[in-house]
């Protein structure tokens, strides 16, 4: 197992645009999670999964902001209708229930 | 409200010296803190959980809940230390389990 696994590493794209953001978790991990980091701050939680459900969505989460985990494996972020403040690093991580995070290189995303 | 803080944004050492890089918490419950780590073009990764009392690289940090502290020390710092440290807290309810991060303190080991 490589870890948790995140694609693409960078995407460059114009205001407006759809985004979307794969995670490969480590795979007996039950519990997935999503971070958005700006620079110069830590992560900001964004919404958790447990096998294929979502538990919890930060308010940082717009509407525009939808991820899926469709059979507790993978998952999926994805920002409708780009604007230039979704301009950061988004972050997965895994673990197996409370254990720790275990994370992935994260996916760069700028807005030009 | 939840909240870790940790007021320096960078830290700069001698090789050898001791180093201490603070973490301040605000959490009204039972508080479950760590120290992540992220070296030059790596990925976050643990570095220590205070429930499992270890020393990792000759770092530790002891949970003070009287002064909501879990500061990382090292008593003598090596070049290889440099790096991004972030302290975090999870944050739990009887649905939820998010960790709380800190800004993170940029650690630099001088030779």
């Known amino acids: 197992d490589t870890g948790v696994s995140q694609n693409p590493r960078h995407k460059i794209t114009k205001r407006g645009q759809n985004v979307t953001f794969r995670c490969d978790p480590i795979?007996?991990?039950?519990?997935l999670y999503w971070y958005r980091q700006t620079l110069g701050q830590g992560p900001e939680f964004l919404t958790y999964?447990?096998?294929?459900?979502?538990?919890?969505k930060s308010r940082l989460l717009s509407d525009r902001f939808s991820a899926e985990r469709p059979k507790g494996s993978f998952s999926t972020l994805e920002i409708q209708r780009t604007e230039q403040g979704d301009s950061a690093m988004y972050l997965c991580?895994?673990?197996?229930?409370?254990?720790?995070?275990?994370f992935g290189d994260g996916t760069r995303l700028s807005i030009l | 409200a939840q909240r870790v803080t940790q007021p320096e944004k960078l830290l700069s050492v001698f090789k050898g010296a001791p180093v201490e890089l603070k973490c301040n918490y605000s959490?009204?419950?039972?508080?479950?803190l760590f120290w992540y780590v992220q070296y030059s073009r790596q990925r976050l990764q643990l570095l220590l959980r205070?429930?499992?009392?270890?020393s990792i690289k000759g770092f530790t940090a002891d949970l003070n809940k009287g002064e909501t502290s879990f500061h990382l020390k090292k008593p003598f710092a090596q070049e290889e230390d440099s790096a991004m440290y972030y302290c975090?807290?999870?944050?739990?309810?009887?649905?939820?389990?998010?960790?709380?991060w800190g800004a993170g303190t940029k650690l630099i080991i001088k030779p």
């Open positions: 991580a895994s673990s197996f229930s409370n254990q720790p995070q275990h």
């Open positions: 795979s007996e991990h039950n519990r």
């Open positions: 999964f447990q096998n294929e459900a979502q538990l919890e």
């Open positions: 959490y009204s419950g039972s508080p479950e």
């Open positions: 205070h429930i499992s009392r270890e």
């Open positions: 975090a807290l999870a944050s739990r309810t009887s649905s939820n389990y998010q960790l709380i």
